[in-house]
Every structure is written in C-alpha cells, then in structure tokens.
C-alpha cells in the first residue's frame, strides 16, 4: 500500500473489519503509518487512539504529538480532540487554559462538538468568568449542527430556568431529540417528564418505554438508578402494556449514534 491515504483506507477496513478481520492493532499501525506520510486525518485517529490505548499501549504523550500535527493541519476534530484530552480525559496533560483555546479555534471552523464544550466551560467558568447565558449560547449553537450533548444540555437548562427563562415544552422538545439519538441520560430525563407531565402530558406508557431504554443506554454509573425508574414506572401499568412496550423497545433504533472521543 504505497500511499498515505491509501494506508489510511486500509486502517478504517482494518479498525471495522470491512473485507478483512478485524484488527485493531494492525489498525493503529497503518494509521500511524498513514500519519508519519502526512495524511491528516490519519494523523489525527492515530492521536485519539495513542491517547486512549486502543489498538496500542496508552501513551499520551504521543497521541497529543500527533493530535496536534492534524489541529495544525486545520483538522477541526482534531483541534475539538486536543481540547478534550486538556479538559481533563487525560488528568496528566490537565491544561483548562489550553483546552479552551482549542475548542475556540474548534468552533470558529464549525464543530459542533467544540461549541457544546465551549458551553460546558461557560457554565463552569472554567479558564473564563462563569456565565450561564453564554452557557446556554453555545449548546444551543452545538445542539441546531446536531450535536446529542448539545441537545440535552440545552434542553436541562431550558427546564431548569437556566441562562434563560424557564421553558418545559422546549426543555423536553430538546432531551426528547438527543433521546432519539440514542443518549442514555436523555432518555431517563424524557422518562422522568412524561411520568411528571413535564413540558408534555403525562403518559406512564410512554415513561416506561423511555426508562426501559434508558436502563439498556445509560452509563454504568447511572444504571442503577434507571433500572429502579424503570421497575417503579413499569408497575404502574399492566403486564400486557409492559409487553408490548418492551417488544417495542426491542425493535427501537437510534435516529443517528453519539460519537465523542
């Protein structure tokens, strides 16, 4: 495989088994191979993968190195990526001032991802004077080019009257989108609203159908909490709508499937 974006396209076979066993390993190897030929893209995948240890020993270090070489290259994600691991997804390389500026030069080449961190940073007033409706600014920017975290969050501070002013039917319009994307915090925020009649009617069955999900699509942290939303919704209802709930959930799919470094 002679050139670099030809290494690159025989890496993303290699990473999701298109035409050849999977292999993660050999995949990481042709990307930085794809990289060291200056392949952008290649260059930014090998940093994300070096940085969380996947298909090679974890090494930091090097994934920055390589983040980098793509953020120069004017790769977007890459710059959006370099933010993340100084935000604190590596504690050692922890730099808010840093990571900030990142996700600012990010957001000016239109990441969504960016602009929903840009919020979080706003809201937490990290390495900039806390602001809420600044906050609620940037998820919102976030949420409209698609971004799932950028929908939930809006949608929370919408509910709770934060950075402007309370909104419920807008709250839950905004969660119930990143719930149909597949987010599990969403679903369980939804499953809540629709047991309380929050911004919408109240309606057990569909709270159960959310908080049945949800327990399959939360975070292990979160799981047990669903799972008690879920057994204490589903016995208000009868076991035959249970059933067919749960045949439902069988059957759901997400609309379109987070995707965070």
């Known amino acids: ?23 993660d390993g050999a995949a990481t190897a042709w990307f930085l191979r794809s990289a060291e030929g200056g392949d952008v893209i290649a260059a930014r995948e090998s940093g994300i ?11 930091v270090g090097a994934g920055m190195k390589w ?22 997804a590596a504690p050692e390389a ?28 706003s809201r937490a007033g990290r390495a900039i004077a806390q602001n809420e409706t600044e906050a609620a600014s940037w998820f919102r920017k976030a949420a409209e080019r698609g971004d799932v975290d950028g929908m939930l969050h809006l949608g929370l501070m919408h509910a709770d009257g934060r950075g402007m002013p309370r909104d419920d039917a807008e709250g839950f319009r905004w969660i119930e989108r990143a719930a149909g994307r597949g987010k ?7 499953s809540a609203m629709y047991a309380e009649g929050k911004g919408i009617s109240a309606n057990p069955i569909e709270a159960y159908f959310w908080a049945f999900l949800a327990a399959r699509n939360v975070s292990s942290l979160a799981r047990e909490r669903a799972a008690t939303q879920r ?10 709508s249970r059933a067919e709930i749960e045949a439902r959930a069988a059957q759901w799919r997400p609309a379109q499937a987070p995707d965070k470094l």
């Open 1 to 23: 495989i002679g050139d670099a974006q030809g290494r690159r396209l025989y890496a993303i076979a290699l990473a999701g088994g298109r035409g050849v066993a999977a292999d």
């Open 49 to 59: 993968r070096l940085v969380v240890g996947r298909g090679a020993s974890k090494d």
């Open 67 to 88: 983040l980098k070489v793509a953020a120069l290259g004017d790769d977007a994600e890459a710059m959006c990526a370099m933010g993340v691991v100084l935000a604190g």
């Open 94 to 121: 922890r730099d808010d001032a840093a990571a900030r500026e990142w996700f600012v030069k990010a957001a000016e080449r239109g990441s969504a991802s960016a602009m929903y961190h840009l919020g979080v940073f």
């Open 184 to 190: 599990g915090e969403a679903m369980l925020r939804v």
């Open 231 to 240: 057994d204490e919704l589903g016995a208000r209802i009868s076991p035959e």
